[in-house]
């Protein structure tokens, strides 16, 4: 795998934004609220998991895996503290996490499980960022009227979750994970993923006091499920993962590898893994 880089952002988010920052538009801002609020637990978790589970491999596997760990951590748990900076203007703005408070007990409950499956769960997650990442990368419009700083916050963390896609996949097939846990986790997270983020995006509206007006169900169609919307562009992508052959460095990462060289300015580099 590539060297991964862990980079600090060089954007301003101590001064508030708008409650609904991307252009005015309300579903797409609250869309972005909920998986913010998901990140700092989530990505925590996904650390976790992988420390758990590298424990489990050989000396020599440990040593071949340590710059990939490492550099995942890095990037991961930037990013779990730069969202929380974001998200403590969201829950300013009235916004409550519930997201956070269901995925807490659902970890409880997981990691009373062999390590294995916490690794099935993350790489699980960690397609779905890949496949999103490679959506808001190639839609560029989705953000174009965000504030820069912003947009810079997003493109970043889609940027880098392309570059580290294959961390937690190589580990669950280092550890002997087997097809049929690794499909049935991708259904599950599928379900809870979906769901929270369904439901936390419509406790967003509620707050922002659109969740009933037609204008943002005209865009939640058209940003899901239109032409190029997430949800019609992606499935093929999300269903790449139930192929036997499936690895994750198929997913094409020039858009990534892209923003990162042209956008150096926005971030310092602290390192990288090797
Ligand atoms: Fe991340
Ligand atoms: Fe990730």
Known sequence: MTDLTVRKLLIDLDTPFELRWNGGDAFTSALMYALSLSFPVGEQFFIDSLRRGVKELSPELQATFAQDIK?????????RRIHERFNHHVLNQGMVNHWEKRALSRIEHINQK????AVAITAAYEHFTSVFAAWLLSHPEFLAQAPARLQTLWLWHASEETEHRSVSFDIYRAMGGNEVWRRRWMI??????????????????????????ASTWRSAWRHLFAKEGLFTFSLADWKKYFSADFHPSEHDDQLSRQWIHTHSQTYQALGQST
């Open 188 to 213: 599950s997270v599928s379900v809870f993923f979906l769901t929270d983020l369904l439901c936390q995006t419509i406790n967003n509206l509620w707050h922002d006091g659109s969740l009933f007006k």
């Open 114 to 117: 062999a390590a294995i499956h």
């Open 71 to 79: 550099g995942f951590i890095g990037q991961e748990a930037t990013h």
